[in-house]
């Protein structure tokens, strides 16, 4: 029996709707509706159904993108995508692990809907101009403009270096020696002078409101973050596809995500806000 081709690409599609959304739970919920307009298809005319199903996620991301836009203006502090639980085999895949990271994750925050849509299907799933065009209801021609638009955009946000899997492993160990003595010194060894903090608690739990620019303000709040944690657990994780580290408070955890450039930590991702982290415990299947 052939299995169904919805299920067969399921993990693409969350992993589409998922780069467009930052979000796994309105993922699943887009991946949901995708599943009963499917079920609603005639199978015999549809002769591609893996791009079909990529345009059928890609309208219902969109339409939940415009929602969730106007939504976000309200969000309280900083808003941060929803970290995923990942094993080291998506590091595999450098440029899936580029796309899913939290640092360009963040960067795609700062597209608009189409825009968005249109780089995540052209650069990270490589779709053809025309199927995107057909997925985002513009023109081939106005695709390529956006595409280009796009690129430059999320070229001049992106991290400045990239590295490879050993070195963002071998600083994510040193920062967890750092964190784990709790002494200021250490900490400001392993990150850079103007290293950045970004804390997201959603107005649910305790969190800064405004990003903590410089080592000098960042690594004492993370000796004091130490002391906290340390009760309750200070661990490596992988998470969207890197090396990272999760921490556990007596009001739940904190997964942290590490950008690094040049041996040291640029920007610390801490996702603090409970609704964002059910995905701690179980690894995302994500694919391309």
Do not use: C
Request: hydrophobic content about 50%.
């Amino acid at each position: 029996m052939t299995a169904d081709p919805f299920v067969t690409h399921r993990s693409l599609l969350f992993t589409v709707a998922y780069e467009m959304l930052g979000s796994a739970a309105d993922a699943e919920d887009v991946v949901q509706e995708s599943w009963l307009r499917w079920a609603d298809v005639d199978r015999a005319r549809v002769t591609d159904p893996r791009a079909y199903l990529v345009r059928v996620v890609t309208r219902q991301a969109l339409n939940r993108l415009r929602t969730l836009s106007r939504s976000r203006e309200d969000y309280v502090g900083e808003w941060l995508p929803e970290p995923l639980l990942t094993g080291p085999d998506v590091a595999e895949d450098v440029e899936l692990a580029e796309s899913v990271s939290l640092a360009m994750l963040t960067v795609l925050e700062t597209l608009g809907p189409t825009e968005r849509a249109v780089f995540v299907l052209r650069e990270v799933f490589d779709l053809p101009y025309g199927d995107i065009a057909a997925a985002v209801g513009k023109s081939p021609v106005a695709v390529r403009q956006i595409a280009r638009r796009a690129r430059t955009h999320v070229a001049a946000r992106r991290p400045r270096v990239q590295v490879s899997r050993a070195e963002q492993q071998a600083v994510v160990e040193r920062f967890l020696v750092a964190l784990r003595t709790g002494r200021v010194r250490e900490l400001m060894a392993v990150m850079a002078p103007d290293v950045v903090l970004i804390t997201d608690g959603g107005g649910l739990v305790p969190a800064a409101l405004a990003p903590v620019r410089g080592v000098e303000r960042v690594a004492p709040l993370l000796a004091r973050a130490h002391r906290a944690a340390a009760a309750f657990g200070v661990a490596p994780v992988w998470l969207n596809g890197a090396p990272a580290v999760r921490l556990d408070f007596d009001d739940g955890p904190t997964a942290v995500g590490l950008a690094v450039e040049h041996g040291r930590i640029t920007r610390i991702y801490a996702v603090r806000n409970p609704q964002k982290l059910s995905r701690l415990d179980a690894p995302a299947e994500l694919a391309r």
